[in-house]
T-cell receptor, first 114, second 112 residues
């Protein structure tokens, strides 16, 4: 079965610090990869996605993620965080063999101090 | 509205009761998904519809849970004989075929 691991459950950063959130998945075949974000009081929104092609994916609000197939990883990065990035971030995987369902990690709560 | 909507936003019920949760997907989206999110965890897949039929119901925890999408649009998740362990946020998402999924705000279910 697929599984997704997010290594840090809570991260606290100061504004302008760099961010990297780890995500590893267990499935060995072709995968589609996603990062979703949930801002306080709001619903899940797509931050970025990888289906194929360039493994470095750029998303909204200055976020990017790199797919490293050999490491089964899809880490999320942002060079300089803002207070408004305070949110919970979820990595998710979809593998064709398992249909269209998404398998989510447990989430990482990011708090940015102003 | 342009997004996925879910009603009610909150539902409090007593153990043993029956509940129905409703999802209105984005107009034109062919696929509809139900997930459940417990405190401190990521969303967990329950069931997926392609049109009117359930294409994958492997995530439904037991036969107390059932979902329908009779006209290929609105879906209802039905939970019989609710238990305290069913308390969670129930999320609905929709997509156009197999593209990215758009999530609704969720229904917070509390079973007393």
């Amino acid at each position: 079965a697929q599984s997704v691991s997010q290594h840090n459950h809570h991260v606290i950063l100061s504004e302008a610090a760099s961010l990297e959130l780890g995500c590893n998945y267990s499935y060995g075949g072709t995968v589609n990869l996603f990062w979703y974000v949930q801002y306080p009081g709001q619903h899940l929104q797509l931050l970025l996605k990888y289906f194929s092609g360039d493994p470095l994916v750029k998303g909204i609000k200055g976020f990017e993620a790199e797919f490293i197939k050999s490491k089964f990883s899809f880490n999320l990065r942002k060079p300089s965080v803002q207070w408004s990035d305070t949110a919970e971030y979820f990595c998710a995987v979809n593998a064709g063999e398992y249909g269209n369902k998404l398998v989510f990690g447990a989430g990482t709560i990011l708090r940015v101090k102003s | 509205g342009a997004g996925v909507s879910q009603t009610p936003s909150n539902k409090v019920t007593e153990k043993g009761k029956y509940v129905e949760l409703r999802c209105d997907p984005i107009s034109g989206h062919t696929a509809l998904y139900w997930y459940r999110q417990s405190l401190g965890q990521g969303p967990e897949f329950l069931i997926y519809f392609q049109g009117t039929g359930a294409a994958d119901d492997s995530g439904l925890p037991n036969d107390r849970f059932f979902a329908v999408r009779p006209e290929g649009s609105v879906s209802t998740l039905k939970i019989q004989r609710t238990e305290r362990g069913d308390s969670a946020v129930y999320l609905c998402a929709s997509s156009f075929h197999s593209s990215e999924q758009f999530f609704g705000p969720g229904t917070r279910l509390t079973v007393l």
